[in-house]
């Protein structure tokens, strides 16, 4: 491989994990936006979004790599794997939200954050206990199909990840732009009082802020699968940081921005993998939040704080 | 110490004198426990409940005192235990060289042949690792905490939940430092006078006793000093600290430093123990046990966290192992398959989750409260009529020292806000000694002008010279050590210390005790103490018997005109050379707002220089020397007050224009 | 009024934890009316805004609409019932378009055709609302961004709008277009709730008035008797009541 056909393959790769991160990125900044909550469970349902799109795949008979589908079937089975995974996390979401958050909305200081830590130790723990620690073997029904361009290999698995990610960004794009609810919640975000006296009823908004990114966050953990063939009850922690370092690049409380953030993370992180070895792009990652935070907390879009007065 | 204790309500005295006795027994309980238990077993995991207990410790300064949520606290844990391992294993061996025998000769390395070149074997001593293994720990505190102490609280969890990781990363991949997951082999046991404490948990039960009772000792002494005073009023309201004069960089790395030691000194007991190292022992799992360990026992709560420690690992080692016994034999009994195999201390981590969870929803404040409730105050006691004729007890206040001209000279001040100018271009003078009130409508920029001089908001040109010193671009504590005061319009108290803690803050830049004083506790410092003690209730006194009867009562728990007084209270024990009073009668009644109002003219007679925002025009009538009228970030008149209320342009900025209609 | 007045309060009584905001406050505002509430600084008017909206809950007290009592009715509620704010410092959504912040106006009303027709009320009420409705509100003026503030209210199709300061920081044409409005505004039949510092300018539009006082209603009467009342200075410009006990 030439260094151009080099980076050309690093850069299908960070595209593929961009996808990943922006999509749970989306998560993080839709709660943080609304209620200025850093949600510590998002990095576990993501991992539980991966091990339900797992399990999904399974009760259709895949298991592996050995089944090859094609056409509708292959079609169909990938959609409901990525329905039943979306809506799984979203309703998990939820009633973190309903029966954890809600009590604690008033409550000042880290008590809600200290709350999403907590449920994310009891998510880890359940499927440990339920599915255990070691690597899945992450069913992947796609033909290896692959184009070459120049020296790099673009496999359909990529092309499907790209379309699914547009997709659901489209659609989220689409919902807080256009919807009723959409244009609440992006009211709520920039000034919560404003948005309340307009007769948003806040509970709806934090609600669907909570399914929103957990579905999408559930979309993610099926991409991760299919990316690496593989699911891991620990598979959380690393893939949060980064997607959450992404939100914060591109500007938490900023829709767009998490999805530039996520490509952005996505592209570092292939980069860094190849440049100074996959050890340490945890550290590469970790330093750009740490200078995102410290030079520009706004990030690159800017952050849709609400107004304090 | 007697004349401060025998000032307290005897149920306080009865409080410590307890707690102090059971503080004793414990320690003897746990001193002869191996004599009598001698399980070695259960020995070594009391120990092991030890160190996390120390752990605990120095994460409840960090979370509990100063109130910075560290997820990745186990990072400095991992240090102190690297740096003993690596200095006492066979992982490191330089090649000798005669530049080494200083350091052979005083015990810290050897040399060692193993058939090819002279090496260097390090054998740093535990006793002497100890302290610099805290020290080592504490450099690193304060180079992970200074880039992002600015930060806000809950970026700075995820910012430590990243130092935790990556620290984490180094001991994996820096192979030969580390020996990576294999971890370091060789680790050398302590020696005491030529004993070994090899391999049998006695000594080491002792070591990690002694360490308990000294980070106790070392946490108790810290909370009840101007350093753990500084730490709750930053975990309680960063501002409102800082503009009473404490330095926030400074006290937050503090708090890094100081738990990062205890992490450092403990990974030295922990890896000298265990006599290895592996990357595992410090994993994201080891910050989150400790961070339930001091949610369980509540944060702050210095015993709190110590029984949360003792609990959680009493849980882990024998209660979870004995109920999987017990639901195996009750799966025997029954024949459900499910229980005849389930391993309870697999559901360790998942228990830890449920009682975060449940802990915040139900108990926030943890098993032991760091805060205790504190008997309500008698009938008697909260009687309390006007006091008419300003404070009371004057005498033990003294007067202010007269100085020359005008203390305060603020000119063409402008500040900007986004494009909204709040301040345009405002000038105004405070003579020595006088009183000047600002008023204006809503939104004219009064409270803004207060900001800018204390160095809470900055300001695009201008200056404001105090005394001869420029205060603009100070930090807001050092505006306060220039002699500068003040209390906020929506009163910023420190909701969960009690009055005469809040007090005592106001005294912070006056006081000198650092760290080691505080912990030492020299007789400089207990004379400090008892005379900052008696300063607070000298100023508490001021008010009658308002303030008085309830200093060890929470603030929060407080009437609004009583928080108001201790506010001000807070602000006169720094003995400012000028006070500045935001509206400080707002929502008293017009009684007490007429007390207060005679109280603060007392004040003035002193000498004390005041600076006043004021709504209540008879209140500004019977104070001030000046008025200076804002309006839109302008000032459109000055006078004596009764000149000021007839003023056209004054009449217009509060009534409006006449209506054209 | 021998009619059911459009809101009433009787009695309320308002903390913010301890402090007492309101003291025993009645109001009432008449169908077609226009009030003004006027007062000092600090007195409690924004509180009883708030409370009319229901952002803050009387402690003692009841609050009725239009013969019913509303006390324990969400704001969203309120608002589909008929009751709209303009808020302090107008408080647009700054980074939704002009067009965006009028929808969430009527947020709480059905799309369709009478969306269209409320919103081309608006538009004719404010042709440069229509002009700017694709900007981002957090870009137009002060004076634009009240009419915007004021075309979101009347998207909620209101019977009653409750105005805090419409003057505040405006320019002296715009403070006057803006009271030509709530006059234009109330002669189509809404009731105005408005609490103002601007006392003249209030007074020369306003029916009747109240005079709150460190949340005590002190004087109340016709525009006409306020604007004659010397009391009305003392409450601007600050209390004389404080003596002896």
């Not at chain 3, 009030?35 to 805004?49: R, V």
């Not at chain 3, 609409?65 to 009715?73: A, F, M």
């Amino acid at each position: 491989m030439t260094a151009g056909d080099l980076f050309l393959q690093q850069a299908i790769n960070g595209l593929s994990l961009g996808a990943m991160y922006s999509l749970l990125a989306l998560g993080f900044t839709l709660v943080y936006g609304i209620m200025e909550l850093i949600n510590f469970s998002h990095f576990n349902v993501f991992m539980v979004g991966a091990m339900i799109a797992m399990l999904t795949l399974q009760a259709f008979g895949l298991h592996g790599q050995e089944t090859i589908l094609t056409g509708l079937p292959l079609i169909g089975v990938l959609l409901v794997a990525f329905i039943v995974a979306m809506t799984v996390c979203g309703f998990i979401g939820v009633a973190i939200e309903r029966f954890l958050l809600r009590p604690l909305r008033s409550v000042k200081g880290p008590a809600a954050m200290i709350t999403t830590i907590g449920v994310s130790y009891i998510l880890f723990n359940v499927v440990l206990l339920t599915i255990g620690t070691d690597s899945k073997n992450f069913p992947n029904p796609l033909p290896p199909i692959t184009w070459e361009i120049g020296g790099a290999v673009l496999r359909l698995r990529e092309i499907l990840i790209w379309v699914i990610a547009l997709v659901l960004m489209g659609g989220l794009t689409y919902f807080v732009t256009y919807t009723k609810l959409g244009k609440a919640m992006r009211a709520t975000a920039q000034d919560p009082e404003a948005a309340r006296m307009m007769g948003v009823e806040v509970d709806q908004v934090v609600m669907s802020a909570f399914f929103l990114g957990s579905a999408l966050a559930g979309a993610s953990g099926m991409i991760f699968g299919l990316y690496y063939n593989l699911a891991k009850v620990d598979i959380g922690f690393a893939s949060g940081l980064r997607a959450f370092t992404a939100a914060v690049l591109g500007g938490i409380g900023n829709v767009p921005g998490a999805m530039l953030g996520g490509v952005l993370i996505g592209l570092i992180e292939s980069a860094s993998g190849q440049l100074v070895g996959t050890a340490w792009s945890d550290v590469v990652i970790f330093g750009i939040l740490v200078l995102v935070l410290v030079f520009r907390p706004a990030g690159l879009l800017g952050r849709l704080a609400p107004n304090k007065s | 110490m007697n004349t401060t204790t025998a000032a307290h309500p005897s149920a306080t005295l009865t409080h410590k004198q307890r707690s102090m006795l059971l503080t004793i027994l414990a320690f003897i309980f746990f001193a002869v426990l191996p004599k009598i238990w001698t399980d070695d077993g259960d020995l070594d995991s009391l120990a092991n409940a030890m160190s996390y207990a120390t752990l605990a410790l120095g994460l409840n300064i960090v979370v509990g005192f100063a109130g910075l949520l560290d997820l990745g606290y186990a990072a400095f844990f991992a240090i102190g235990a690297y740096y003993y391992g690596i200095f006492t294993s066979f992982q490191v061996m330089p090649v000798w060289s005669d530049a080494w025998a200083p350091l052979a000769y005083v015990g810290l390395v050897e040399k060692l042949n193993q058939g090819g070149p002279d090496l260097v074997h390090f054998t740093l001593s535990f006793w002497l690792a100890l302290p610099t293994g805290g020290v080592i720990a504490a450099f690193f505190g304060m180079l992970f905490g200074f880039p992002v102490l600015r930060l806000r609280g809950d970026y700075l969890a995820i910012v430590t939940l990243g130092f935790g990781e990556i620290v984490q990363i180094c001991a994996r991949n820096m192979e030969s430092l580390t020996n990576g997951a294999a971890g370091l082999n060789g680790v050398q046991g302590p020696k005491l006078f030529g004993y070994r404490f090899g391999v049998h948990s006695e000594p080491y039960y002792y070591v990690g006793l002694l360490l308990v009772a000294f980070l106790v000792f070392v946490s108790f002494r810290l909370r009840g000093s101007r350093i753990g005073r500084a730490w709750m009023a930053i975990r309680e309201d960063e501002t409102a600290a800082s503009a009473m004069g404490i330095s926030l960089v400074n006290y937050k790395l503090l708090a890094f430093a100081m738990g990062a030691a205890f992490a450092g000194m403990t990974g030295v007991f922990f890896v000298a123990k265990l006599q290895t190292a592996t990357p595992e022992m410090f994993n994201s799992a080891v910050s989150s046990m400790l961070l339930v360990m001091v949610v369980l026992g509540g944060m702050g709560s210095v015993w709190g966290v110590v029984v949360g420690a003792v609990l959680l690992q009493l849980m882990q080692t024998w209660f979870l192992p004995q109920s999987s016994e017990w639901l195996h034999s009750i799966g025997k009994l029954t024949g459900i398959g499910f229980l005849q195999t389930v391993d309870m201390v697999q559901w360790t981590q998942l228990i830890f989750g449920v009682i975060l969870v449940l802990m915040m929803l139900f108990r926030r404040q943890g098993l032991i409260p760091a805060v205790r409730k504190v008997a309500p105050l008698t009938m008697q006691q909260q009687t309390a009529s006007v006091v008419r004729g300003g404070f009371v007890g004057l005498d033990k206040i003294g007067r202010w020292a007269p100085g020359k001209g005008d203390a305060l000279v603020i000119k063409d001040v402008v500040v900007k806000f986004g494009g909204l100018v709040a301040l345009n271009k405002v000038s105004l003078t405070v003579p020595d000694g006088g009183v000047v009130a600002v008023i204006g409508p809503n939104g004219s920029g009064k409270s803004t002008l207060f900001n800018v001089i204390t160095g809470l908001v900055e300001a695009d040109s201008g200056s404001i010279s105090f005394n001869g010193v420029e205060l603009l671009g100070l930090a807001p504590h050092k505006v306060l050590e220039a002699g500068v005061a003040r209390t906020f319009q929506n009163i910023r108290l420190f909701p969960n210390l009690n009055v005469l803690e809040n007090i005592l803050i106001g005294e912070h830049a006056r006081l000198k005790t650092g760290p080691f004083g505080a912990v030492i506790r020299p007789p400089s410092v207990v004379r400090e103490e008892n005379s900052a003690v008696q300063w607070a209730k000298d100023i508490a006194a001021m008010f009658s018997n308002r303030l008085t009867p309830r200093l060890d009562q929470t603030v929060s728990g407080l009437s609004y005109a009583n928080r108001r007084r201790v506010e001000i209270a807070r602000a006169l024990a720094s003995r400012p050379k000028i006070l500045l009073l935001d509206e400080p009668t707002a929502g008293m009644n017009p009684a007490e707002s007429l007390e207060l109002a005679e109280q603060i003219k007392s004040l003035h007679d002193l000498g004390l220089t005041i600076l006043l925002i004021e709504h209540k025009l008879d209140v500004v009538t019977r104070l001030a020397d000046n008025v200076i009228v804002l309006d839109h970030g302008d000032k459109i008149a000055e006078g004596l007050p009764d000149d000021v209320r007839k003023d056209e342009e004054v009449l217009r900025a509060y009534l409006g224009r006449s209506g054209g209609h | 009024m021998a009619e059911t007045p459009l809101l009433e309060f009787k009695g309320i009584n308002t903390y913010y934890g301890d402090l007492h905001v309101l003291k025993d406050v009645d109001y009432t505002i008449g169908k077609g009316e226009i009030i003004s509430l006027l007062g000092g600084n600090a007195c409690g008017k924004s509180t009883t805004m708030k409370t009319i909206m229901g952002v803050v809950r009387a402690a003692r007290g009841t609050v009725t609409y239009e013969g019913q009592e509303i006390n324990g009715l969400a704001t969203s509620e309120r608002v589909r019932r008929g009751i709209a704010p303009v808020l302090e410092a107008r408080r647009l959504f700054p980074r939704m378009t002009v067009y965006e912040n009028l929808e969430m106006g009527a947020y709480t009303q059905p799309r369709g055709a009478q969306f269209e027709e409320d919103i081309e009320r608006v538009y004719s009420l404010f042709p440069r609302v229509k002009e700017r409705r694709n900007q981002l509100s957090g870009t137009l003026s002060g004076g634009e961004q009240q009419m915007v503030a004021i075309g979101r209210a009347l998207m909620a199709r209101p019977k009653l709008i409750c105005m805090d300061e419409p003057s505040m920081g405006l320019s002296p044409l715009f403070v006057e277009l803006v009271f030509d409005t709530i006059q234009t505004i109330n002669r189509q039949g809404v009731s105005i709730f408005m609490v103002e510092q601007n006392a003249n300018m209030a007074l020369s539009i306003a029916h009747r008035g109240y005079v709150l006082q460190s949340g005590v209603v002190v004087l109340s009467g016709t525009a006409q008797e306020l604007r004659e009342n010397e009391m009305i200075k003392q409450a601007y410009l600050g209390e004389m009541e404080i003596e002896p006990t």
